[in-house]
């Protein structure tokens, strides 16, 4: 998970941040977007549409590892599917209120959360890292686990 060493994790304080709603996560990048069976369920239920032509419309599947795990699709300007221009407060997020985890998790990803280093390399991207709320590291941890609680849909567990 991070680097301790026997010792506190470098997050042991919190961490400040507070999503801006700048768009940079989701945009002009490729990327992966990858979904839970809550995170389908959730977005299906506010498209209004069944879980096959979801996936049809929405999702791709990216081979990860000897199986094929399940992402949202992207524009062909690497933008994420559901990014609109026309969306609330000038562009963003259509589906935000039903986000998939992985983007209500940002920045609290295991890949972030290794090292003061990778913590700082995030920033670069993200204006809201080191700024706002302080996040506790109680919080920060439940934000890891939930991966684990919610797992990627992997080709043949649909």
């Known amino acids: 998970m991070s680097e301790t060493y026997g010792k506190s994790p470098f997050y042991a304080k919190g961490l400040n941040f507070s999503c801006i709603r700048c768009s940079a996560c989701c945009r002009y990048e490729s990327g992966y977007v990858f979904l839970s069976q809550k995170d389908a369920s959730r977005l299906e239920g506010a498209l209004n549409i069944n879980h096959q032509d979801f996936i049809k419309s929405y999702c791709r599947w990216i081979p990860s590892g000897g199986s094929k795990k399940l992402s949202l699709k992207e524009t062909p300007q690497y933008d994420c599917i559901f990014w609109s221009a026309d969306a609330a407060e000038g562009g963003g997020c259509s589906v935000y209120q039903d986000r998939p985890l992985q983007c209500r998790a940002f920045p609290f990803w295991q890949s ?46 649909l």
């Open 112 to 157: 972030i959360m290794t090292s003061p280093g990778a913590w700082k390399t995030a920033s670069k991207d993200c204006p809201g890292i080191n700024q706002g709320a302080l996040v506790s590291p109680e919080a920060i941890m439940e934000w890891l686990m939930l991966r684990e609680k919610e797992p990627v849909i992997s080709k043949g567990d």
